[in-house]
């Protein structure tokens, strides 16, 4: 016999009516009437033989006569009388009992339409996205339950909800009864009735209260949780320092509990996970020391954990409880973050799936912090090599031939003091030329801080310098970009803009020969940069692949960064007819 699954459990059974006293004890009317007709014949029947009997034995006709009219005139009516009372009473008893079960019914009822209405308020309360419809929601369910003609709703912050029912008042008149009832945490609800509330109705509104107060607190948090979120996001997008990242990220999540203590561990190339960061009441730690036991644990279990009093002393000296939060990504792990706090039971169930979803962001920062890093590595790496490969084929080569000058000059004083003289002139101007293309290199290398100054004004001062270092006239227009404020280019574009126009004035001052070069920013929907020159030009299909000594950066490098951002960059020029360089970035 094959095993049956158990039945679901019946519905919980609804609130018995209350007893009341006055329904009667007596029978019901159809047990008086069965009593009445299966007793009363055979009754009757032996009282008047009983009777008869007692009548015979009178001796006198007369004294027949008046005992049979008197017990036929008066006793027979009184018995019927008596019998049909009886009845009537049991009728008026079940009467009022089926009025006072009617009255129950539809107070029960009432009751139950009551209920819904305030699950359905609380329903639509964990519903509303903000504090504003969480008002709303509540002072149209409080008209809705109460049966008021009007509600308000106000809480601390300036906030407040109206809700108007069946009425053609647009707000409450001296004639309606007020019933003002204070809310939990701050504010009160304010219920406007055309008839005295009662105390049901009363209780019936604190409890309203209750929940609205319930309501503002979810959507209060979920308020928090997402401007935390907010601030995490803003900490992916503007930071690249790997220890300020974390710590922006670690004190927003700290802050959303209230907590004091924080730690970030990070896998290094080894695989080992390593403190990168962390802060507590002492304040801030070392990096570089291994991850303690609970951080491992954590890390191999590969989801949210909350510590064991010992293993919260061990990540933190004096806390009594922590909460760990791993790190993964495709590739598997690569960090645990760690909360902590001296309060024992900080850390609930409640809070591990927002936390969760801000270690995942902090997972993304990371990650991409790290390719910054390995990105400006490489940028470093390529930059020495080109700087190399620039001193052995022009400065190292160009003062090896101007010792070679030297030599034949040192030996030609004597027999040749005039033709000495010419090597020594050339020789000194080629060592003229070379310092100033090392003094070009150096400035085209120096490092511009376009975070503090932005892009506006790092160009300004570029060009500036760049006319000073290169006996250049230099004219710069910005089309009002600086009075506007039109300019909105992620970080990462604007260096682009900036390594273009640093790229442009460098191969001006190499290879143009020119007199004066004009820088001009404009805005709009693109953002245009033109670099104009009037120097001797080229043949830019014959030098495209070029390697100048500002960036690293050819015409074909320069081009495809600026199309991989969804821009557009031309090189202009001929032999003779100078150079202009054009290109747009799509502005965010």
């Not at 019933?179 to 304010?190: D, R, W, Y």
């Not at 043949?539 to 600026?562: C, H």
């Amino acid at each position: 016999m094959t095993d049956r699954p158990a039945p679901a459990p019946p519905p919980a059974p609804l609130p018995a009516p209350p007893t009341t006293q006055a329904l009667p004890a007596p029978a019901q009317l159809s047990d008086r009437v069965r009593l009445v007709r299966n007793t009363l014949p055979p009754l009757i029947l032996l009282v008047v033989v009983v009777v008869e009997l007692l009548i015979a034995q009178l001796r006198s006709p007369g004294a027949e006569l008046w005992a049979h009219l008197l017990f036929y005139g008066l006793v027979g009516p009184a018995v019927t009388f008596f019998s049909v009372e009886w009845i009537a009473e049991g009728t008026r008893a079940r009467e009022r009992a089926e009025r006072e079960l009617r009255a129950l019914y539809g107070e029960l009822s009432a009751s139950h339409g009551r209920l819904r209405a305030v699950q359905e308020l609380m329903r639509d309360l964990a519903e509303a996205p903000d504090q504003g419809a969480v008002l709303e929601v509540a002072a149209r369910g409080a008209v809705r339950v109460t049966g008021a003609t009007h509600a308000t709703l106000t809480v601390p912050g300036g906030l407040s909800g109206t809700a108007r029912g069946d009425t053609l008042l647009a707000s409450p008149s001296a004639d309606l009864h007020p019933l003002k009832v204070p809310i939990p945490g701050g504010g009160a609800l304010a219920l406007h009735f055309e008839a005295p509330p009662g105390p049901d109705t009363e209780t019936l509104a604190q409890a309203l209260a209750a929940e609205v107060a319930n309501g503002v607190e979810a959507a209060r948090q979920r308020t928090l949780d997402l401007m935390t979120l907010h601030s995490v996001d803003q900490s992916i997008r503007a930071e690249r320092n790997m220890r300020r990242l974390l710590s922006r990220i670690t004190r927003n999540m700290a802050a959303r509990l209230n907590v004091t203590a924080r730690a970030a561990y990070l896998t290094d190339q080894d695989g080992v996970l390593r403190l990168e960061y962390a802060e507590d009441e002492r304040g801030e730690a070392v990096g570089g020391s291994p991850a303690p036991a609970f951080a491992l644990r954590v890390a191999e279990a590969g989801k949210p954990l909350i510590a064991q009093e010992a293993e919260a002393v061990d990540v933190f000296p004096g806390a009594r409880s922590a909460l760990g939060l791993p790190m993964l990504n495709e590739d598997g792990l690569l960090g645990v973050l760690v909360l902590g706090d001296s309060r024992e039971g900080a850390f609930t169930e409640t809070r591990v799936p927002l936390l969760a979803l801000m270690a995942g962001q902090a997972t993304l920062a990371v990650r991409n912090a790290r390719a910054y890093l390995y990105s400006e590595e490489l940028a470093i790496s390529d930059e020495r090599a080109r700087i190399a490969r620039e001193i052995h084929d022009g400065v190292a080569q160009s003062l090896a031939f101007a010792a070679l000058k030297l030599d034949v000059v040192s030996r030609q004083l004597r027999s040749d003091p005039d033709r000495a003289e010419a090597e020594v002139r050339a020789a000194g101007s080629l060592l003229r030329e070379q310092i100033r293309e090392v003094r070009r290199s150096i400035f085209a290398l120096r490092p511009i801080d376009l975070e503090r100054y932005g892009l506006l004004e790092t160009v300004r001062r570029y060009v500036l310098d760049f006319g000073e270092q290169n006996n250049l006239r230099t004219t710069l227009d910005f089309g009002g970009l600086e009075d506007s404020g039109e300019l909105h280019l992620a970080p990462g574009d604007e260096a682009m803009v900036f390594r273009l126009v640093q790229e442009s004035l460098n191969n001006v001052a190499k290879h143009a020969r020119a007199r004066e070069v004009s820088v001009s920013l404009l805005g709009g929907p693109r953002v245009r940069l033109r670099v104009q020159d009037d120097g001797v030009g080229f043949d830019p299909d014959s030098i495209t692949g070029r390697v100048s000594s500002a960036g690293g950066l050819g015409l074909i490098q320069m081009r495809e960064r600026i199309e991989a951002r969804g821009g557009r960059y031309q090189v202009h020029s001929a032999p003779g007819g100078g150079t202009l360089v054009e290109a747009e970035v799509p502005q965010t």
